[in-house]
């Protein structure tokens, strides 16, 4: 079965210092991960995804086959980054898609 | 584009009762997905649809049903409703299957008394 831990339930960090965002996968097969973010009074929406080895508003997530992580990270935060943010792991063979979410991290960036 | 659109925005509804939320995709999006986030948890998968055949399933009791139409938008049915049903009922549409972004609605606060 697969699953998504993300340890910390909230992180606070103050502006321009470095953030990690922790998430572990469990998954025997080659996996497809996300990263989900939830700003104040806003809808979900995608922040970035392994494959397309982008960096969006500074953040970077490197998938770690070794270690099953898939962390995000951003050298300097800045206070419109404080917002949740979910990991997420996507199974999808024939007719059996799955997705399923860390139950995410609330991150604080102070002033 | 107003984007994934659910409704309705909130509901109440008593325990044995049964409920249908509604979702329109995004246009040109030919998948949809429904999830169940309660507090303090991610969404947990539930369905996804997709060319209106049900493509995935979640660890969800028979009592959880949906259906996707012509036009692509998706109805999720839930019958003898729970006190442990009450929870945010999160929509999401993608163009295809696999490896593509999910585009979230607001979802359908669901209250059971």
């Known amino acids: 079965a697969q699953r998504v831990t993300q340890p910390e339930k909230l992180l606070s960090v103050f502006k321009g210092a470095p953030v990690e965002l922790k998430c572990n996968y469990s998954?025997?097969?080659?996996?497809?991960l996300f990263w989900y973010v939830q700003y104040s009074r806003q809808r979900l929406q995608l922040l970035l995804r392994?494959?397309s080895r982008e960096s969006i508003k500074g953040f970077t997530a490197d998938l770690n086959k070794g270690e099953t992580s898939f962390h995000l990270k951003k050298p300097f935060a800045q206070e419109e980054d404080s917002a949740m943010y979910y990991c997420?792991?996507?199974?999808?063979?024939?007719?059996?898609?799955?997705?399923?979410f860390g139950k995410g991290t609330l991150l604080t960036v102070n002033p | 584009d107003a984007g994934v659109t659910q409704s309705p925005t909130h509901l109440i509804k008593t325990r044995g009762q049964h409920v249908t939320l509604r979702c329109s995709p995004i246009?040109?999006?030919?998948?949809v997905s429904w999830y169940q986030q309660v507090l303090g948890q991610g969404p947990q998968f539930i369905f996804q649809?997709?060319?209106?055949?049900?493509?995935g399933r979640g660890n969800f009791p028979d009592r959880f049903s949906a259906r996707q139409f012509p036009n692509y938008s998706s109805e999720l049915n839930v019958n003898a409703l729970l006190l442990g049903d009450s929870a945010l009922y999160l929509c999401?549409?993608?163009f295809g299957l696999g490896n593509q972004p999910q585009h979230f609605g607001d979802g359908t606060r669901l209250s059971i008394l």
């Open positions: 649809y997709y060319e209106k055949e049900e493509r």
């Open positions: 392994h494959i």
């Open positions: 997420a792991l996507e199974f999808s063979g024939g007719s059996n898609y799955k997705l399923t």
């Open positions: 246009s040109g999006h030919k998948s």
């Open positions: 999401a549409s993608s």
């Open positions: 998954y025997s097969g080659s996996p497809e």
